[in-house]
């Protein structure tokens, strides 16, 4: 059998061994230090670049919506001096203004929304109204026919939700009420003038077409995509 070899180290060589380990150890540690610091530097750099682009986005997007601003007041401020001048020259006021409105809109109308690709006809039904027992129960300012498309078209000076609301339950009642202008599709549209601040966004989620009356023309203003509600 033959005997185990000890093997035996001088206190020489363990004393290099362990200084060998300790500078292993050195280095290792100065190197993760260094690694942490460049890390670290390059963190910064990231949240700077990426600070200064959310600036940039910020300062872009204020200036989008101060110029936005600026252009809805020009407008704003064109639209009441029509008004203004209007009444001048009109007398009585909102229900004459209300008769050029709809004349403004009537012009338009059809080529809109045909262009906005609702079939419609060149003719107009205007001022249709029910009557009974002599007192006028609904009325539609304009009716744009088509053969498979109608479009009721209520025209107001200032939009306000509350015409919204009362133009939707006119529009849901319009198959009953209008049965000869009633086609497979029948949407709504509201055409105004000016509008308080959240009339147009409760009119689209209504599902209303928006047309807006600008100057002496008008335009359909809902956003790309929008699919108008069928009554």
Known sequence: MARKRRLRSSPESVWRILRQMAQEIREHEEWRRRFEVEEAARSREREAQEAARRREREAQEAAWRQERKERDERETAAQEALRRAVHRMMGDGDARFGRLMEALTEGDLVPLLQKGGYPVYGDLVRRRGISRNGMTVAEMDLVALGDAVSVGVEVKTTLRPEYVRQFVGKMERF???????????????????????????????????????????????????FEPRNF
Do not use: K, N, Q
């Not at 009953?176 to 966004?201: I, K, N, Q, W």
């Open 175 to 225: 198959r009953d009420l209008f049965p000869d202008c009633s086609r497979e599709a029948v949407h709504g549209a509201m055409a105004y003038l000016t509008a308080t601040e959240s009339a147009p966004a409760m009119a689209l989620r209504r599902g209303l077409l928006l047309i807006r009356v600008v100057g002496s023309s008008a335009s359909i203003v809902s956003p790309p995509g």
